[in-house]
């Protein structure tokens, strides 16, 4: 048995394999080859060509196949993902074929749409697992109060009403979970449910803005610009009447005037 | 003599049966009260300008004038107005009236998305100097006194830093100076909004505005009922019914709401003005906030200043607005410590004689 035969590795011991079988069908060196070798393109020829040509490419494949092969196929790393929580759920695999389709070859116009409708998608994703997040982050806070009310309540002397029970009860919540809102977690994980969200209307704006194009329909985008536009001449003449020492524009003459009364209570 | 103490068990009959007592009450109560029973802001006044959204007030004074000078009352965008004149008797404005003070109140309407690229400059060099300008016409007077709200006071501070000719005082109440000093004091509860504000990147807070067109108002109610989680938490629950044993109490509760619920969206590029340049980057105590091309300078304020802030304001620490002192160019500063919190300085029944009196006593030495 060879030595390859002997290794774990079962694509060396299938090369090992191939490796026997090629020098079985054409043991070398062949005893024709150099006495034909001036007609060229005799049957002999050919074949040994043939060999050759397999030889290369089974070396190549077999290369191909050893480099593969030191992947470990069941590594502790993709075990835990293959038991994450998450994958369970459905959320890391949606997200990662997600990822994986948009991180593709990007095209002028081609399937522009649907990436579009992909990246809602995954950032819907992203959005839900954000809010999932900050919700256990404050389940946190929820249970520390909740272990604080449990000691506490065994040291202090009994309360005599429920208001009592209920005010102390309270009153330890609100500690637990001010220091909870305190803490960089909640500050990371409330700013990430916030982004997200955000980033998700962003992209729903994108999308409803194409089919605006389409229909002949103003986008948002547009209006906010031309809005932009109106405060920013309204600023400028305001900038111009105050340089020039403006008198009081307004839409309403004297004072006395136009005076008119709200409705009484 | 002692008197008998009750057993567990008697004690907690008798407990129930009030519990089942006051909710009769205020379930009885609540069926009878309408929408038109819990009114707020109820003071008369008329309009007397507009532009735009913005709305100038004029409150109707009853009795003579003490004060020569009107007081133009500004509230910030995160909030309404309508908090100086929440009901009869608890409400900052009637008392100002009742002093003999002549009162205008600026609203600065319900901005929508058209409105999102208002800035700072819109409204300190355009409606509030329109609105000052105004007043000041109709009184025949070259400058007014100015009495700004939490971010009003910011609009009002920047305002006097600007135009210091048309304010001949400057009141501030709960008024945000050094954004920065929120944790100056060590207390757990206070300045959540700043910790969390810095927590945000400007690129998180410019996409937040982009997706919103402005800062919505459901998300300022939620950042502000989160940071009294036990009071939101117990508000619809032990909250109301507290409320149960009078009628007053419940249509005090319910006005509050009503307050509470009525929060406009703040014009988004204002917002980012506010989170990105005053919350994060502390512009305005280092000297380096824009309004329009025009930088502000706090040493401009050359006014007398009246600064008041609550005692146990959980929104805008004290310390945050007692900066102030030390940054002013006046030596006329004046700083009044209020207990309370918030807006409690406002509402609250042992407020209403306090605050009012305060500004009217000291606006008579400056008239």
């Known amino acids: ?265 | 003599m002692a008197t008998t103490r009750k057993s567990s068990a008697a004690r907690a009959v008798t407990e129930l049966s009030e519990f089942n007592l006051k909710m009769a009450r205020g379930q009885e109560m609540l069926n009878r009260l309408k929408d038109e029973d819990v009114q707020i802001a109820t003071a008369d006044k008329d309009v007397v300008f507009r532009q735009d959204k913005v709305t100038l007030y004029r409150y109707r004074r009853s009795g003579a004038a003490s004060i020569k000078a009107p007081v133009l009352v500004a509230y910030g965008q995160v909030g309404r107005y309508t908090m100086t004149d929440l009901q009869e008797d608890r409400s900052m404005l009637r008392n100002l009236l009742s002093l003999g003070v002549d009162v205008y109140a600026v609203d600065w309407g319900n901005p929508a998305r058209g409105d999102r690229w208002l800035t700072f400059e819109d409204y300190v060099d355009g409606y509030l100097d329109e609105c000052v300008r105004f007043i000041c016409d109709a009184h025949k007077q070259k400058s007014i006194n100015l009495l700004g709200i939490c971010e009003g006071g910011v609009f009002s501070l920047c305002y006097a830093a600007l135009h210091p000719e048309r304010v001949k005082n400057l009141i501030l109440t709960i008024t945000p100076v050094d954004f920065h000093q929120d944790q100056a004091e060590g207390r757990v509860n206070h300045g959540l909004l700043n910790i969390w504000t810095r927590g945000l990147g400007d690129d998180d807070i410019d996409r937040l505005i982009e997706a919103n067109g402005n800062l919505p108002g459901e998300l300022m109610s939620y950042s502000f009922s989160q940071m009294t989680p036990g009071a939101t938490l117990s508000k619809y629950n032990v909250g109301l019914f507290d409320t149960f044993d009078d009628e007053k109490k419940l249509l005090n509760f319910l006005r509050m709401e009503k307050w509470i619920a009525d929060r406009p969206h703040h014009p988004g590029e204002a917002a980012k003005q506010l989170l990105i340049n005053l919350y994060k980057n502390n512009e305005l105590i280092k000297g380096k906030f824009q309004v329009g091309e025009r930088t502000v300078r706090l040493s401009d304020v050359k006014a007398p200043v009246l600064n008041v802030f609550a005692k146990d304001d959980h929104i805008i620490p004290p310390k945050t607005t007692q900066a102030l002192g030390k940054a002013v160019g006046t030596k006329d500063y004046t700083e009044i410590g209020l207990d309370g919190g918030h807006v409690g300085v406002f509402v609250s029944g042992k407020s209403q004689g306090v605050l009012p009196k305060g500004i009217v006593e000291w606006l008579r030495k400056r008239d």
């Open chain 1, 1 to 265: 048995m060879s030595e390859s035969s002997n290794s774990s590795n079962p694509w060396e011991g299938w090369l090992a394999g191939q490796q026997a079988l090629i020098k079985s069908m054409f043991p070398s060196p062949l005893p024709q080859e150099s006495a034909d070798a001036t007609s060229g393109d005799s049957l002999q020829t050919q074949f040994s060509e043939l060999r050759d040509a397999w030889k290369e490419s089974i070396e190549k494949w077999s290369d191909m196949a050893q480099r593969a092969g030191k992947a470990p196929a069941f590594s502790p790393e993709s075990l835990q993902s293959l038991f994450a929580p998450e994958r369970w759920a459905g959320a890391g695999v949606i997200d990662g074929a997600l990822k994986r389709v948009l991180d593709g070859p990007k095209f002028a116009t081609l399937f522009d749409q649907d990436r579009q409708l992909l990246e809602l998608q995954r950032l819907a994703t992203r959005r839900d697992q954000d809010v999932a997040a900050f919700q256990a982050v404050l389940a946190k806070g929820w249970t520390k109060a909740y272990e604080r009310v449990a000691t506490q309540s065994l040291k202090q002397p009994k309360p005599e009403s429920w208001r009592a029970v209920a005010d102390g009860w309270l009153s330890m919540v609100n500690d637990s979970l001010i220091e909870l809102y305190r803490s960089d977690e909640f500050v990371e994980a409330q700013r990430k449910m916030l982004r997200s969200a955000s980033d998700y209307r962003l992209q729903e704006r994108k999308i409803a803005e194409a089919w605006c194009e389409v229909m002949h329909v103003p986008t948002r985008t547009e209006v906010d610009e031309l809005q932009r536009s109106v405060v920013e001449l309204r600023r400028e003449v305001r900038r111009l009447r105050q340089a020039q020492d403006r008198k009081p524009a307004t839409v309403t003459a004297k004072p006395a005037a136009k005076r008119t009364r709200t409705a009484r209570a």
